[in-house]
T-cell receptor, first 113, second 111 residues
Framework: DVKVTQSSRYLVKRTGEKVFLECVQDMDHENMFWYRQDPGLGLRLIYFSYDVKMKEKGDIPEGYSVSREKKERFSLILESASTNQTSMYLC????????????FGEGSWLTVV | EDQVTQSPEALRLQEGESSSLNCSYTVSGLRGLFWYRQDPGKGPEFLFTLYSAGEEKEKERLKATLTKKESFLHITAPKPEDSATYLCAVFGSGNTGKLIFGQGTTLQVKP
């Protein structure tokens, strides 16, 4: 079974804090993704990566950055958290190329106060 | 513009009452249509991938079908544990590898 593990399920952070969301996959997948999910807006892609040290902006990259130093790990960084970044964050992975099934983690609920 | 539209937004069924969820899509060159199930507070769980018109996939009480413009998720004799939000997604046009999601259908099955 594909396993995408997000290290923190629930976080509460203060405005202006730097926040790290960590994600690890155990299937040697080349592609990794970060989405956020909000009521009424659905899932929106923040960043994705096709390879180690490689990143591409998604639809809503503003206020976020990512890091992929190892193939199995993809980190989402909120440089200075703001209340409008309160959301559910979903990490996902897939094998390389386009058209392959994307598998999601359990999600990280972030509240910024 | 690439688009995925799911209907209905919400569906209430009695246990055993079969029905279908619809996913209409507009994309140039379909490279895969995906169905996911999402329980409250959890990440989407993969159900099916369909690649070409006429293809069908089944899993327990669920059956997914695909035409050139839409996909259906048929639920036969549903049980309360089938209650969840069902998401449909397709890969967008071009070579970005980006999934385009519909808004989902929230299914409630009452005993």
């Amino acid at each position: 079974d594909v396993k995408v593990t997000q290290s923190s399920r629930y976080l509460v952070k203060r405005t202006g804090e730097k926040v790290f969301l960590e994600c690890v996959q155990d299937m040697d997948h080349e592609n990794m993704f970060w989405y956020r999910q909000d009521p009424g807006l659905g899932l929106r892609l923040i960043y994705f990566s096709y390879d180690v040290k490689m990143k591409e902006k998604g639809d809503i990259p503003e206020g976020y950055s990512v890091s992929r130093e190892k193939k199995e790990r993809f980190s989402l960084i909120l440089e200075s958290a703001s209340t409008n970044q309160t959301s559910m964050y979903l990490c996902a992975s897939s094998i390389g190329g386009v058209g392959n099934t994307i598998y999601f983690g359990e999600g990280s609920w972030l509240t910024v106060v | 513009e690439d688009q995925v539209t799911q209907s209905p937004e919400a569906l209430r069924l009695q246990e055993g009452e079969s029905s279908s969820l619809n996913c209409s899509y507009t994309v140039s060159g379909l490279r895969g249509l995906f169905w996911y199930r999402q329980d409250p507070g959890k990440g989407p769980e993969f159900l099916f991938t369909l690649y070409s018109a006429g293809e069908e996939k089944e899993k327990e009480r669920l059956k997914a079908t695909l035409t050139k413009k839409e996909s259906f998720l048929h639920i036969t004799a549903p049980k309360p544990e089938d209650s969840a939000t069902y998401l449909c997604a397709v890969f967008g046009s071009g070579n970005t590898g980006k999934l385009i999601f519909g808004q989902g259908t929230t299914l409630q099955v009452k005993p």
